[in-house]
């Protein structure tokens, strides 16, 4: 078999491969730890082969669907891996869904089975769907736990025998390694196709980022591609992933230095909720190699503070699970230019362009448009909506719509100033939320904040605001909008301010900002 750094210096390699090659040269290395236990790459790689094989004696054919909902486990991994490794497509699906969504998602993927977990099984009840429920055990015991799934089994009991090994498959670049299903703030799921080419291409470029040796702390969800984007890199190296059911700030810590963890992969809110106990200087995180952030507005002056305390660099990444192109900003090398999202990567194109489709002037602002070699083949069953997130150049060349509006400064960074749908136009003026909430953030009792447009009979549209209070402050609401409006511009300011006790995020940490416009449906200003 061909070593591990032998396909990592070639033009493209499969995932399953380089674990398999992982197995023989450094099995007895931790692939996988979790709450529960861990897993070396002989037994990652042994468990892959019994999925892959018992898929094929179902009948699972390559190209076929293969649903995961449950709470990420070294079980869910292998079954997800050996998917893989059969020429399935994985399919994670948000267990933070409605049970109504996820069946919806697992019927709209075609997937003939299904894993689920205690949990989620008892969750789906009731909701109708055509795939085949294998139950993750390990945490419910018997499946006479589980809900009367016709077809349910064991995963124990479904797995091939020990030893087995599946019949090889063939894995082209183009193919579909995984989908991705991305709700997001916009409603119905699309699942987003992305091929066996787009994660190599998320492996290859980490060369210099050091996976081989890393311990990779993971507190996001499998089913979200910012997870993926950082966890299959660890794993495509022979590194090491540590993964957490749920993120709790401290007990994060505890597991990064218990561990000796060298990587990690946080969305800003979760840096926020670690920077901000009083006891974090006294945990020992000097073992930190590179930390990376995704996802959500990351804050300047939260940037610089995990600079200034937090061993090891912080290289910011923006980008989208459509693909397109990415930027990426290495915030302990550039700390005048931490409010900006970077520069786009080596062999990532963006451009700007104006609401006809025309590239705008340099130093103006525009939509987002990126290519590279990181990119969807596009959203399943839907050539419509593909159609509509592309843009095409004079030359034909195939961009995605990134949906956010940026500015590139004289050195080449890019500063986003909002998602397009987020646009406030209020009196034929253009307001973009992210400037009101720089400016709310800035106020010593306000620990969160968001700014929603809200219909308005006078303006078309107008401003509103919801800010969750720092603790041991004092609430005086009409103080903090005065206060707030007096730092802004006159068709920049907040018709109102309401108090929250918390704001509706992802489980990545964006702020749900449709559910904050349905707490106000029908108030007009």
Known sequence: MTSAADMLATGFATLPDLIGAHALERGDRTAIADTQGSIDYRTLDATMDRVAAALQRDGVRPGDAVAIVAAPTTDYTAAFLGAVRAGCVATPI???????????MIADSGAPLVFLDAENARALE??????????????????????????????????????????PVQIAPEDAFNIIYSSGTTGTPKGIVQSHAMRWAHIARNTAAGFDTAVTMIATPLYSNTTLVSFLPTLGWGGTVVMMKKF???????????????????????????????????????????????????????????????PGLLVEFYGMTEGGASCALNATANPSKLHTVGQPMAGHEIRLIDDDGNEVAPGEMGEVVGRSPAMMNGYHGRAD??????????????????????????????????????????????????????????????????????????????????????????EDVPAILAWANAQLGKTQRLSALHVADELPRSAIGKVLKRELRDRLTGVHA
Not at 142 to 164: H, I, R, V
Not at 422 to 446: C, M, R, W
Not at 451 to 457: A, E, L, N, Q
């Open 94 to 104: 948000a267990p933070s869904a409605t049970p109504a969504a996820i069946a919806a």
């Open 126 to 167: 009731g909701q109708t769907f055509a795939a085949r429920p294998i139950m993750f055990s390990r945490e419910g015991g018997s499946p006479n736990w589980a809900p009367a799934f016709a077809g349910k089994q064991a995963y124990e009991d479904w797995l091939a025998p020990e030893g087995a090994k599946p019949t």
């Open 248 to 310: 709790e700030a401290r007990a994060y810590l505890e597991l990064a230095e218990r561990y000796r963890a060298t990587h990690t992969m946080l969305v800003p809110v979760q840096y926020q909720r670690i920077m901000a106990l009083p006891d974090f200087d006294s945990f020992d995180l000097s073992a930190f190699r590179f930390k990376t952030s995704t996802s959500a507005p990351f804050s300047a002056a939260l940037k610089a503070d995990v600079v200034e305390r937090w």
């Open 385 to 474: 909506a593909t159609r509509d997130a592309e843009w095409h150049d004079s030359a034909g060349n195939r961009y995605i719509r990134h949906g956010d509006v940026g500015r590139f400064d004289e050195d080449g960074f890019l500063t986003l100033m909002d998602r397009k749908k987020d646009l406030i136009i209020s009196g034929g003026f253009n307001i973009y939320p992210s400037d009101l909430e720089a400016v709310l953030a800035q106020h010593p009792a306000v620990a969160d904040c968001a700014v929603i447009g809200v219909p308005s009979d006078a303006w078309g549209e107008t401003p509103v605001g919801f800010y969750v209070p720092r603790d041991g402050t004092t």
